[in-house]
């Protein structure tokens, strides 16, 4: 199975609604011009970035088509598989392969508890619907289960489960990963901005970074200047996108990063309810990190 391009710079591309918290179209596909215009590698449609939680049944399809669409073969496209059930995951994960993604993500189940042989069984099954690359998605904080070691070294053994966009921001874990599946050629990407250097560094193959929705260029330079063998270049550019990832602490996950996105005048419209804008002063501070940039004009 083809799993060159999984690498680099993946940003969970948010999506952009309307005042009826509808997929608005136009303004999504500004938003993949943007990005892909910033030099990322990949574009992950309906992650959690993407508020997949909070969007119709019907507007998922069309995020992963409409990014496909603009995308036009210009960076691969990842689609976003956060089901609860085993039957609906099968269900999507056939369906954005007709829309054309390149491969598929699938995070574990939130709100139930499954065992580890009922998530192995899960991912699985998911993977085995599809001809496409699986990649998992570990997020333990937001859903309550953790792909543990032990569970991956089990998961690498179905064929097209190639890779992880490991969220747990466990150091410790994330080199356990790499460790356990360095002869495999499975893909470990870092799914916390803080920790895209060390995730390289390690071993890593890049990272899907909510970051770079907002300031793309700076996140692919890291990555570009660690492959390059500048490690002092792409630690200063870790430094350098600090403070704007430590802002998403601002407003209620995931909101800050389509904030952010508002600021750049890329209308992105409102998070999507019950979630809110940040405050008026925690906009400010966003907003003066964006000019210490140099990203937005004081």
């Known amino acids: 199975m083809d799993t060159h391009f999984i690498r680099g710079v993946i940003p969970p591309i948010i999506t952009p609604v309307d005042d009826k918290e ?82 598929i993500s699938v995070l574990p189940p939130m709100f139930v508890t499954p065992t580890e042989n009922e998530l192995y069984q899960h991912f699985k099954t998911i993977a085995e619907s599809t001809s496409l690359p699986v990649l998992l998605y570990n997020n333990p904080d937001k859903v309550g289960n953790n792909i543990t070691p032990r569970l991956l070294e089990r998961l690498v053994e179905v064929p097209n489960i190639v890779g992880i966009k490991e969220s747990s921001g466990d150091q410790t874990q994330t080199a356990e ?82 904030d952010a996105v508002n600021l750049l005048g890329l209308q992105a419209g409102k998070p999507i309810l019950p979630n809110t804008s940040c405050s008026e002063e925690n906009l400010e501070k966003i907003k003066k990190i964006l000019e210490d940039m140099g990203e937005i004009n004081q």
């Open 22 to 103: 509808r997929l608005d179209e136009q303004s999504l596909r500004r938003m993949v011009d943007h990005v892909i215009e910033g030099g990322v590698h990949g574009i992950l449609a309906l992650g959690s970035n993407g508020e997949f939680f909070g969007l119709d049944p019907e507007d998922l399809g069309k995020v992963v088509g409409v990014t496909v669409e603009q995308s036009a073969g210009r960076v691969p496209v990842y689609a976003g598989i956060a089901s609860i059930t085993t039957r609906e995951g099968v269900k999507q994960a056939r369906l954005y392969e007709e829309l054309g993604a390149q491969a």
């Open 177 to 258: 990963f790499i460790r356990r599946t360095r002869d495999k050629g499975f893909k470990v990407l870092a799914g916390r901005d803080i920790m895209i250097l060390s995730t390289l560094v390690y071993g890593g193959v890049g990272c899907v970074a909510s970051t770079a929705n907002v300031v793309p260029r700076l996140v692919v330079e890291i990555y570009d200047k660690y492959m390059a063998g500048d490690l002092q270049g792409a630690l200063e550019a870790q430094y350098k996108l600090a403070p704007l990832r430590m802002a998403w602490n601002l407003g209620s996950f995931p909101v800050a990063t389509k």
